[in-house]
Every structure is written in structure tokens, then in C-alpha cells.
């Protein structure tokens, strides 16, 4: 099984880019991490939040591999444990299905989006900047391969 992570935004500051490229190569043995970047919708005054959000998830479902179980990063999803995250990734690789996480932009995603999920994880009750976001889904991947693998990473 590869994941993708498909996200709204594009040119992550530096600690971010070597965050996540950090643990990309961590998991390349388990779960190969690809990264997708989305152009956002166009914002500012005088323009349309609602259809900035419509054309990211446009682009958003383009992005999307074939036959992927797709799960959107959302507030309103299910707040895993790392422990229930890892059973979450054993669930996916029996399935025999790549794997595709979606992260939205400012407003979240699009109601396409989310009807195309297959399900929704929600990191918490917390508001994320969203390029955090990525390095976090990222270390808590990881974090769930290493359980799978029984490597000492988590401690908990």
C-alpha cells in the first residue's frame, strides 16, 4: 500500500518541508508517503470564500488515485488515538486499496470532498495552521507503521 497526501496549499515554510520530508523517509520502508500539493482558491476582497473553497475541492478530487480509500483530515471527523490510528492502517493495508489524506483550506473542504470520503479523521478539537497540519498527519503515520511494526518509537 502508498499513501498520498493531497493538500490545499502550496510552498510549506521550510521547518515544515524538513518536517515532513523527515518523516516521509522514515516511513518509505512501511508506507511510502507521496505529497500533493493543491493550488488554493483564489481569496482577498472581492471575492468568493464559498467558490475558492468549490474549485480546491475540484482540484483536490482530480488529485485523487484510482481506487484509493480516501480519508479527509476534518474537525467534525473521528478523533483516533495513535493506538486506534495504527488498527485504522491495518484496516487500510487489508483492504489491498493506496491510500489518499486530504487536508482543505481555510474554510475546510468542499462538500464534494467530503461525500467522496470514505471517512474523516479529526486531529483533535484544536485549529491546526494547515501546513502543520501535514507534518502532524505525517508523524502520527509513522507513529501508527512503527506500532504495526512493534519498533520502540512509541512509548506510550
Known amino acids: 500500500m502508498k499513501a498520498k497526501l493531497i ?7 521550510r521547518w515544515v518541508a524538513e518536517g515532513f520530508s523527515e518523516y ?5 520502508h512501511w508506507l511510502p508517503l507521496e505529497l500533493a500539493e493543491v493550488e488554493p482558491g483564489l481569496r482577498g476582497k472581492g471575492r468568493d ?18 481506487q484509493a480509500t480516501v480519508v ?9 488515538s495513535s493506538e486506534q490510528l495504527a488498527q485504522r492502517l491495518e484496516h487500510w493495508r487489508a483492504q489491498g486499496r ?3 489524506l486530504l487536508i482543505g483550506g481555510p474554510e ?3 462538500p464534494e470532498v467530503l461525500a467522496r470520503a470514505d471517512e474523516s479523521w479529526s486531529l483533535g ?31 506510550a
Open 72 to 80: 479527509a483530515l476534518d474537525g467534525r471527523g473521528k478523533p483516533w
Open 24 to 28: 516521509q523517509k522514515r516511513l518509505s
Open 125 to 155: 478539537p484544536l485549529t491546526l495552521p494547515h501546513m502543520l497540519v501535514r507534518l502532524v498527519a505525517a508523524e502520527q503515520l509513522y507513529r501508527a507503521a512503527a506500532l504495526l511494526a512493534n519498533h520502540p518509537y512509541h512509548r
Open 49 to 66: 470564500a464559498l467558490r475558492a473553497t468549490f474549485d480546491e475541492g475540484a482540484r483536490v478530487l482530480a488529485a485523487l488515485p484510482k
Open 98 to 100: 493506496d491510500l489518499a
Open 7 to 13: 493538500a490545499v496549499g502550496e510552498r510549506a515554510p
Open 108 to 110: 475546510g473542504h468542499a
